[in-house]
């Protein structure tokens, strides 16, 4: 089942927007989930992810987004958030959110591509300065 993320738009830098990342109602489970983001001519980048342990959970987040960024999921397990302030015009890119449905990454793979087996159409996100 595809993922479908939505939220993307233009915002000027300093602004906020929040992304989302449904499966067309189907519940996440405790599957890992992350956001990851690709500008043009760069590699896909990671952003933040968030994995279950024991009876709670734990968030993960790029260098370049932490402080600034929130993953979180909605208690119903159908969507995933990805809250984003104050922006930057280097934040600029697709961003794609992602599902590891087969996996079960540890504190270092959950930043890799390879993690996840199951992608997103990515909605864009331009900053302007």
């Known amino acids: 089942v595809q993922l479908q993320a939505s939220g993307g738009g233009l915002v000027q830098a300093g602004g906020s927007l929040r992304l989302s990342c449904a499966a067309s109602?189907?519940?996440?489970?405790?599957?890992?989930m992350g956001w990851f983001r690709q500008a043009p001519g760069k590699e896909r980048e990671f952003v933040a992810a968030?994995?279950?342990?024991?009876?709670?959970?734990?968030?993960y987040y790029g260098d370049s987004v932490k402080g600034r960024f929130t993953i979180s999921r909605d208690n119903a397990k159908t969507t995933v958030f990805l809250q984003m302030n104050s922006l930057k015009p280097e934040d600029t890119a697709v961003h794609y959110c992602?599902?590891?449905?087969?996996?079960?990454?540890?504190?270092?793979?959950?930043?890799?591509?390879?993690?996840?087996?199951?992608w997103g159409q990515g909605t864009l996100v331009t900053v302007s300065s």
């Open positions: 968030f994995r279950w342990i024991g009876g709670g959970s734990m968030t």
């Open positions: 109602g189907r519940v996440f489970s405790n599957n890992a």
């Open positions: 992602a599902e590891a449905r087969n996996l079960r990454p540890i504190a270092s793979t959950i930043s890799s591509t390879s993690t996840y087996d199951n």
